[in-house]
């Protein structure tokens, strides 16, 4: 068969695709509920939309609702209301719910032509909530509660629970702290099935807090408003706070509460709150608290912290905690501990787990002493990826020209693929045409197919007269959605 024709083949088997990637990143959003004395006139997302859609309220879109613009009342509430809670106010056009009230609810009226009242009834309120929406978002809640009160008197619609919430909510950015509990209570009696409870209670907690009355953590059955109180009383009153937290920290509470108590300590500038946080990363609490505890403890960065760090990786014996460490000491990075571990550490997975780190903070000249150094050919190639990792095309060029062992120069080769730097392609190139071995030109070419550089492959193409090789590189243009590619296989075709 001649080359024209195995060419040919080649290209008919393997056919020509594309192959597109694309990532997505889901962006979470907290909840942040704030009491204060006086009204902003605009508020960051809230921490409480995190909870669960099917938790809240129906959804019937309303946008901002927690953030009205204007002035409000002394001792008013910064209370911002889940997404879901949000979502009720807005009106579906000609599509009614089922009724979300769970007791003491109007029965069904009907017409005279045989059309449910409640549904006449559910447009009305439909229509007097959009209004009360839009007068909240305005700062005018005195009318906002005029609406609310007309859907509130009506007798047969399924949208009173959502209006005592409301009025509740607006109560409270009047500062009307004792009228805004009594319409709570209302909801818990007349509606003790509704889907608005949960909020109703988190917002329960945040007027008696605005308004003086502490509400101990300790006391709340509900995750949600357990956390809630947790975090008020932290600002409120620290050194009430933190022997709750710590008792929080050692009980028998659902991990959710007690990664959020590690969370709100954290956030906290206190001594006391960072011995704690210190003592959960030695060990004093749960293996998975432990983790967390370091985690934070890299993030809060600063000497004591991560001497804290020091004690605790030459203490544990859990691998788990000490890679956590090494993970912490990356995000501050610390590269002369990163590189001490990496360059003393016993256990080759750690030693791994050091040099990743040492390429996330881009530390190039640590990576490049140690490579000078180190023995083993495996930890080698950790740092090879490190150094991709940490975008050091230099040095990548510099090994994949010197390195002497061939498995190490073709994962130099393989990482300058992985990497669309100035020079990169022109390092590939003159080293395929100095090589000689069989199995560093392959590298080579996987690498610019990596790179997707059709251009140079087609120029190797050209100039290649070894058989083997010709049909490799044809072989990666075949499946390379390029002008250049496809122009030089037709070209074989002719």
């Given at each position: 068969?001649?080359?024209?024709?195995?060419?040919?083949?080649?290209?008919?088997?393997?056919?020509?695709?594309?192959v597109?990637?694309?990532?997505?990143?889901d962006?979470?959003?907290?909840?942040?509920?704030?009491?204060?004395?006086?009204?902003?006139?605009?508020?960051?997302?809230?921490?409480?939309?995190?909870?669960?859609?099917?938790?809240?309220?129906?959804?019937?879109?309303?946008?901002?609702?927690?953030?009205p613009?204007?002035?409000g009342?002394?001792?008013?509430?910064?209370?911002?209301?889940?997404?879901?809670?949000?979502?009720?106010?807005?009106?579906?056009?000609?599509?009614?719910?089922?009724?979300?009230?769970?007791?003491?609810?109007?029965?069904?009226?009907?017409?005279?032509?045989?059309?449910?009242?409640?549904?006449?009834?559910d447009?009305?309120?439909?229509?007097?909530?959009?209004?009360?929406?839009?007068?909240?978002?305005?700062?005018?809640?005195?009318?906002?509660?005029?609406?609310?009160n007309?859907?509130?008197?009506?007798?047969?619609?399924?949208r009173?629970?959502?209006?005592?919430?409301?009025?509740?909510?607006?109560?409270?950015?009047?500062?009307?702290?004792?009228?805004?509990?009594?319409?709570?209570?209302?909801?818990?009696?007349?509606?003790?099935?509704?889907?608005?409870?949960?909020?109703?209670?988190?917002?329960?907690?945040?007027?008696?807090?605005?308004?003086?009355?502490?509400?101990?953590?300790?006391?709340?059955?509900?995750?949600?408003?357990?956390?809630?109180?947790?975090?008020?009383?932290?600002?409120?009153?620290?050194?009430?706070?933190?022997p709750?937290?710590?008792?929080?920290?050692?009980?028998?509470?659902?991990?959710?509460?007690?990664e959020?108590?590690?969370?709100?300590?954290?956030?906290?500038h206190?001594?006391?709150?960072?011995?704690?946080?210190?003592?959960?990363a030695?060990?004093?609490?749960n293996?998975?608290?432990?983790?967390?505890?370091?985690?934070?403890?890299?993030?809060?960065?600063?000497?004591?912290?991560?001497?804290?760090?020091?004690?605790?990786?030459?203490?544990?014996?859990?691998?788990?905690v000490?890679?956590?460490?090494?993970r912490s000491?990356?995000?501050?990075?610390?590269?002369?501990?990163?590189?001490?571990?990496?360059?003393?550490?016993?256990?080759?997975a750690?030693?791994?787990?050091?040099?990743?780190?040492?390429?996330?903070?881009?530390?190039?000249?640590?990576?490049?002493?140690?490579?000078?150094?180190?023995?083993?050919?495996?930890?080698?190639?950790?740092?090879?990826?490190?150094?991709?990792?940490?975008?050091?095309?230099?040095?990548l060029?510099?090994?994949?020209?010197?390195?002497?062992?061939p498995?190490?120069?073709?994962?130099?080769?393989?990482?300058?693929?992985?990497?669309?730097?100035?020079?990169?392609?022109?390092?590939?190139?003159?080293?395929?045409?100095?090589?000689?071995?069989?199995?560093?030109?392959?590298?080579?070419?996987?690498?610019?197919?990596?790179?997707q550089?059709?251009?140079?492959?087609?120029?190797?193409a050209?100039?290649?007269?070894?058989?083997?090789?010709?049909?490799?590189?044809?072989?990666?243009?075949?499946?390379?959605?390029?002008?250049?590619?496809?122009?030089?296989?037709?070209?074989?075709?002719?």
């Amino acid at each position: 068969m001649d080359i024209k024709h195995m060419f040919a083949t080649t290209l008919l088997l393997s056919g020509v695709f594309a192959v597109n990637a694309t990532a997505a990143i889901d962006a979470g959003v907290l909840r942040r509920s704030v009491l204060d004395t006086r009204e902003r006139s605009a508020c960051g997302p809230s921490e409480r939309e995190c909870a669960s859609e099917a938790a809240g309220p129906p959804a019937r879109g309303l946008c901002a609702l927690g953030c009205p613009s204007g002035g409000g009342a002394p001792r008013a509430i910064e209370y911002v209301p889940s997404a879901s809670a949000r979502g009720s106010l807005e009106p579906l056009r000609g599509a009614h719910a089922p009724s979300n009230s769970g007791g003491g609810g109007a029965p069904t009226a009907m017409e005279k032509d045989g059309a449910p009242r409640e549904l006449e009834n559910d447009d009305q309120a439909d229509d007097l909530l959009e209004r009360a929406r839009d007068l909240m978002e305005e700062g005018r809640f005195e009318r906002a509660i005029e609406s609310l009160n007309r859907v509130i008197e009506m007798k047969a619609s399924t949208r009173t629970d959502a209006a005592l919430y409301w009025k509740a909510y607006s109560l409270a950015k009047l500062g009307q702290q004792a009228d805004a509990l009594k319409t709570v209570t209302d909801l818990y009696e007349k509606f003790g099935n509704s889907r608005w409870l949960k909020e109703a209670k988190a917002l329960e907690v945040e007027i008696r807090q605005a308004s003086g009355q502490p509400v101990r953590p300790e006391s709340q059955n509900d995750d949600d408003l357990k956390l809630y109180a947790l975090r008020g009383l932290m600002n409120s009153d620290p050194d009430q706070a933190l022997p709750i937290i710590e008792k929080i920290l050692s009980g028998t509470d659902s991990p959710k509460v007690k990664e959020r108590a590690l969370f709100v300590l954290s956030q906290s500038h206190s001594p006391r709150a960072r011995d704690i946080i210190a003592n959960a990363a030695k060990g004093s609490v749960n293996p998975d608290l432990q983790l967390k505890a370091i985690h934070y403890l890299g993030i809060m960065g600063g000497p004591e912290n991560r001497q804290v760090l020091v004690e605790a990786y030459g203490s544990s014996k859990d691998p788990a905690v000490k890679r956590s460490i090494l993970r912490s000491y990356g995000i501050a990075g610390d590269r002369e501990r990163l590189l001490s571990i990496a360059k003393g550490e016993t256990d080759p997975a750690l030693r791994g787990e050091a040099v990743h780190q040492l390429g996330i903070v881009h530390a190039g000249a640590e990576l490049s002493q140690l490579y000078q150094t180190e023995s083993s050919a495996e930890v080698k190639k950790r740092i090879l990826q490190a150094m991709f990792i940490g975008g050091d095309a230099d040095k990548l060029i510099e090994l994949a020209k010197g390195e002497r062992d061939p498995e190490l120069r073709k994962t130099a080769i393989h990482n300058l693929g992985l990497m669309k730097r100035a020079g990169t392609t022109e390092a590939l190139t003159s080293i395929y045409a100095s090589d000689t071995s069989p199995d560093v030109k392959k590298a080579v070419i996987n690498a610019l197919f990596l790179q997707q550089n059709a251009t140079a492959l087609v120029t190797l193409a050209r100039a290649e007269k070894n058989t083997e090789l010709k049909k490799e590189i044809v072989q990666k243009l075949s499946v390379m959605k390029s002008k250049e590619a496809t122009d030089y296989l037709l070209e074989l075709l002719k």
